[in-house]
C-alpha cells in the first residue's frame, strides 16, 4: 500500500502514526478483547482514555481550571445556532466579525436566536484582506464577539487575537487553525473546533468555554442543548462520539511527541512560506490574491496564469500522489491545506511538482 500526500481542506489529513496506532488497536484497544467502538462510554477504560485526552489538550493549550472542556457532536456548523441558545437571551444582540465564508454563515445561522450585528466585514474586499481592527463598530452591550480566526475558503488568517476589552467575552470558530500554535486561552471567553482537520476524525467538536459563561440562562431549551448539561456529565450527557474521542487522544499525544504547539507553529509556518514562495517566485505563473498580511498558514489558495490548465495540473497532480488540490468550487482554482498532519516533505513535493509543470506547460 503507497500513501499519497493529502492536501484535503477536511476531513483532512492525520498523522500517520496516529493512523497506525488505531490500526493497531482496532480490534484489541487497551487489552480488553473488544475495538474502542464496541465499549461502554461509561465504562472505567474509555472513562480513564477520555480524561487522559482532555488531560493532555489542556497540557498542550495551557487551559486553566477555569475553562470546561467539552467533547460534543453535531459539527461547528450546529454550534453557529447553539452558542447563541447558549449565551444570549432572547432580546439580547451580539457581534459578529465576517471575514469570509465561514464566519458569514455563523452570523445567518444565529439570527434566528438574538440580534446579529455584523461589527466588522471584509466582503467588500472579496475577503481578500481582514477588516481592520480600528473599524469594527462593537457594542459594549453585545452577549458577545464572535469571529472566525481561519477562513479555510478564502484563505485569510487572523495572526494575533483581535483585543475587544474584558466586558464582553470573545468567541472563536477555532475549525481549522486550532493547535497549530500557541494560543492565549484566557483571551477567550468560548473556542469551539470541529475535528476534522487539526483533531481527528469528523463528527466531534471540541469546545473550551470560561465556567462562568455556563451559568447564562440563554433561553429555553431542551438540557441536550444546553452546555451547562454537558459539563456537568464530563461531556457524557448522551453517547459521545467514542471513536472520534479515542483519535482525539491520540493526536493530541502525537502533538506532544513531536514538541508542543512551539514546535509545530514554526512547522506550519516553513510550510506555508515554503508554499507561497513558490507562489510568488513563478513570475506570475500562479497567484495569490490574498493580501500577504491576512495569508492563512493553514489553507494557501492559487490560481494558474491560465484558467484553461486547471483540469490538466489537477490530473497530473493527482497523478502524482498529491490529492484534493482542487479549490472550493465557490472560488475555483486550486487549495492546498496545510494542517498539522500535512509534513514538509508534502509541501515540498507539492512545489516541485508545480515548478515542473509550469517548465512542461509555459
Keep these: 500500500m503507497s500513501r499519497i500526500w493529502n ?19 482496532m480490534l484489541d484497544w487497551n487489552g480488553s478483547g473488544a475495538s474502542v467502538m464496541e465499549q461502554s462510554h461509561r465504562g472505567k477504560r474509555f472513562i480513564a482514555m477520555a480524561a487522559q485526552a482532555e488531560a493532555d489538550l489542556r497540557e498542550l493549550m495551557g487551559i486553566p481550571a477555569d475553562y470546561a472542556v467539552l467533547f460534543l457532536q453535531g459539527g461547528a456548523t450546529q454550534h453557529f445556532a447553539q452558542i447563541p441558545m447558549n449565551l444570549a437571551g432572547e432580546s439580547d444582540s451580539a457581534d459578529y466579525v465576517v471575514s469570509g465564508h465561514w464566519s458569514a454563515k455563523a452570523a445567518s445561522e444565529a439570527k434566528p436566536y438574538l440580534r446579529v450585528n455584523v461589527a466588522a466585514s471584509s466582503e467588500a474586499d472579496d475577503f481578500l484582506k481582514l477588516p481592520p481592527r480600528e473599524d469594527w463598530r462593537l ?16 484563505g485569510v488568517e487572523f495572526h494575533d487575537i ?14 481549522s487553525n486550532i493547535l497549530s500554535g500557541p494560543l492565549d486561552v484566557r483571551r477567550f471567553g468560548l473556542i469551539y473546533a470541529g475535528a476534522q ?5 469528523s463528527g466531534l467538536v471540541v469546545m473550551i468555554v470560561r465556567r462562568d459563561l455556563l451559568q447564562r440562562t440563554g433561553r429555553p431549551m431542551a438540557r441536550i442543548f444546553r452546555y451547562a448539561e454537558h459539563a456537568a456529565a464530563d461531556s457524557m450527557l448522551n453517547t459521545p462520539n467514542t471513536w472520534g474521542w479515542y483519535v482525539a487522544g491520540l493526536t493530541f499525544q502525537w502533538l506532544k511527541a513531536q514538541g508542543g504547539l512551539d514546535a509545530m507553529a514554526a512547522r506550519n509556518r516553513a510550510k506555508a512560506e515554503l508554499l507561497y514562495g513558490a507562489i510568488d517566485g513563478s513570475g506570475g505563473y500562479y497567484r495569490n490574491p490574498v493580501e500577504p498580511a491576512a495569508r492563512s498558514r493553514m489553507n494557501v489558495r492559487f490560481t494558474l496564469h491560465d484558467a484553461a490548465l486547471d483540469i490538466a495540473f489537477l490530473q497530473e497532480s493527482e497523478a502524482a500522489g498529491l490529492l484534493a488540490l482542487k479549490g ?5 482554482g486550486m487549495r492546498a491545506s496545510l494542517y498539522n498532519a500535512v509534513p514538509p516533505e508534502a509541501v515540498e513535493a507539492l512545489a516541485a511538482f508545480m515548478r515542473d509543470f509550469a517548465q512542461r506547460h509555459g
Design 197 to 201: 482537520k487539526n483533531i481527528g476524525p
Design 139 to 154: 457594542d459594549p452591550h453585545a452577549a458577545y464577539v464572535h469571529y472566525t480566526p481561519n477562513e479555510t475558503i478564502h
Design 328 to 332: 472550493h468550487k465557490a472560488l475555483g
Design 162 to 175: 483581535p483585543d475587544v476589552g474584558d466586558a464582553v467575552p470573545l468567541v472563536a470558530d477555532l475549525s
Design 7 to 25: 492536501f484535503s481542506a477536511g476531513p483532512a489529513a492525520l498523522p500517520l502514526a496516529v493512523l497506525e496506532r488505531a490500526q493497531r488497536e
